[in-house]
Nanobody, 122 residues
Framework: QVQLVESGGGLVQAGGSLRLSCAAS????????MGWFRQAPGKERDFVAT????????YYADSVNGRFTISRDIAKNTGYLQMNSLKPEDTAVYFC???????????????WGQGTQVTVSS
């Protein structure tokens, strides 16, 4: 089946930056949307950002708006999440996902990556 693979996570100090990548094994994002979600220890999986693949409409969670930027490279079939001004509360496993609907509801995404750990230290 089609797979999504996240990369770029790691340990960063508060105020620092990371860029996450989400590579698709096939044409997963064609005529679809890509979303980023995150899950902290003991917490539910929360919406972070989403983008329409064709025209780059974007939407962000209030908690990351102004700090994170979602983007995509059609030629590389890869999506990105640029994370700036990171805070300790951003610490989580970050997942990318593909779906048909432009939404913050994870149930509307049907293909998920394995996740990449982001840890922000004080």
């Amino acid at each position: 089946q089609v797979q999504l693979v996240e990369s770029g996570g790691g340990l960063v100090q508060a105020g620092g930056s990371l860029r996450l990548s989400c590579a698709a094994s096939g044409r997963t994002f064609r005529r679809n949307v890509m979303g980023w979600f995150r899950q902290a220890p003991g917490k539910e999986r929360d919406f972070v950002a989403t983008i329409t693949w064709s025209n780059e409409n974007t939407y962000y969670a209030d908690s990351v708006n102004g700090r994170f930027t979602i983007s995509r490279d059609i030629a590389k079939n890869t999506g990105y999440l640029q994370m700036n001004s990171l805070k300790p509360e951003d610490t989580a496993v970050y997942f990318c996902a593909s779906g048909r609907l432009y939404t913050n509801n994870p149930k509307n995404y049907d293909t998920w990556g394995q996740g990449t750990q982001v840890t922000v230290s004080s």
